[in-house]
């Protein structure tokens, strides 16, 4: 067998042992390092090109730009940990609650606030499903919107900036950070407005599924209401404003705006009273725990990456996926596609570290814009989150749910959110100027 003959093969190895379940980061180390021997047995590959490995791994621990995934975890799990999140859920619930269907609306509204004052799906979905879910379930909200709705605002921490999965592909792509934030703004905030629209429908075609709260719940008086709108809502969007704005206008790194965000989290904490030593622990556990598991799986993908190159794997697939019917609208289709269907079975960071690599080679070489094809990546990714039967998002909001809500019916919620995530990745490979347009400015 030659060299391009059995780089396929790593593939099957890797994905066999992932879909065991074992860890992805020494599944795939441990199949760069498998077929390393094998192809020295085979004559196909020398030992001497593992020497390159070590300086990779210091390359990836002195990468400036990964800083910044720490930074943006910390951010968001402050803000979770020191209940800030349930506080402005809470109060945004109140101001939506004379709608019908307004406490779905306000789960999206907060759900957006939340994405670009945090990032971090877990965070967002796990404080929406303990405290919107119990409520909209006692006014007589259908179990499957409820679920559905909480689930997918959720991942609006996926795509709007500032987003830890932005960051790892634009480090992928080997582009621009603030470039990719700028990018996914707009579709970031399209992607709401669609759930919003949907929520809107529901409540006018199916009224029971989303009634408006009952009067004797709404009898706060309009100004103390709107003072404590004010009070929680201020203090995160002058956070969203000095880290997204800092980026944006050039003023600081992507690294440099994660660290103001973090110091700015904690400083809310603080005045809001709810920085202490056990939410800082528990925010630095969390924090620790996911950038562990980013860093692990960077250099599993890059023994993976080294060993598969060196089997002439990269040309073989750059060869594959430019030499596709179609050209452009054929390798967006697979690569799609592909992205889509692991989806359903692996990790979105999984998915960022193997496949990606992959893919960028190809659409530098067909002159795509490498970030429109980040933009377009990140809210196909989006989708991982609520694909059965390992969707994210789905697990957590599993997690928070009473017994009686059935696991079906989490997973039925989800479908009509898929659909419109699949319809917001068709409007952005239509309309680039959706990502594009901000960046022409």
């Not at 004797?216 to 995160?236: C, N, T």
């Amino acid at each position: 067998m030659s060299e391009a003959g059995l780089a396929p093969w790593m593939f099957v190895a890797a994905f066999a042992l992932i879909f065991s379940g074992y860890p992805v980061a020494f599944a795939l180390g441990g199949t760069a390092l498998l077929f390393a021997a094998i192809g020295v047995q085979m004559g196909v590959f020398d030992w001497l090109l593992l020497y390159a490995f070590p300086e990779r791994v210091f390359g990836i621990m002195s990468n400036y730009v990964l800083l910044a995934v720490p930074f943006f975890i910390f951010m968001g799990t402050m803000l979770e940990k020191s209940k800030l999140a349930e506080d402005l859920l809470r109060t945004i619930g109140k101001l939506f609650g004379p709608l019908r269907g307004g406490l779905a609306l306000a789960v999206v509204f907060v759900g957006a606030l939340l994405a670009a004052a945090t990032g971090v799906v877990g965070a967002s979905v796990v404080a929406m499903g303990l405290i919107s879910l119990p409520v909209m379930r006692r006014y007589g909200y259908s179990t499957q919107l409820s679920t559905g709705v909480i689930a997918a605002a959720g991942t609006l921490g996926q795509i709007i900036p500032p987003s830890v999965v932005l960051v790892v592909l634009a480090d992928q792509l080997g582009i621009s950070v603030g470039d990719l934030f700028v990018g996914a703004l707009m579709p970031g905030i399209m992607l709401a407005g669609l759930y919003a629209t949907y929520v809107a429908g529901v409540a006018v075609f199916n009224p029971s599924a989303a009634p408006a709260l009952p009067a004797e719940e709404r009898d706060i008086p309009s100004a103390e209401l709107l003072r404590q709108v004010a009070l929680v809502m201020v203090p995160p969007l002058v956070l969203i404003v000095l880290v997204l704005g800092s980026i944006f206008a050039g003023v600081a790194t992507p690294t440099e705006a994660g660290a103001l965000g973090a110091a700015g989290a904690m400083l809310l904490a603080l005045f809001h009273r709810r920085l202490s030593l056990k939410a800082l622990r528990a925010t630095m556990d969390e924090t620790t725990k996911l950038t562990s598991m980013v860093v692990f799986l960077l250099i599993g993908s890059t023994a993976f990456a080294l060993v598969f190159r060196g089997l002439g794997g990269d040309d073989w697939i750059k060869h594959l996926l430019t030499s596709l019917p179609g050209e452009v609208v054929g390798f967006l289709i697979v690569a799609n596609l592909a992205i889509f269907i692991l989806g359903f079975f692996i990790d979105f960071f999984e998915i960022a570290f193997i496949i990606i690599p992959l893919l960028a080679p190809a659409a530098l070489d067909l002159g795509i814009p490498m970030v429109w094809f980040g933009v377009m990546v990140a809210v196909n990714l989006q989708t991982s989150f609520l694909t059965p039967p390992f969707g994210f998002a789905l697990f957590y909001l599993r997690g928070v749910t009473p017994r009686e809500i059935r696991t079906e019916q989490i997973y039925r919620g989800a479908l009509p959110f898929i659909a419109i995530q699949l319809i917001g990745l068709v409007l952005i490979i239509l309309f680039p100027e959706l990502v594009t347009g901000l960046l022409d400015d």
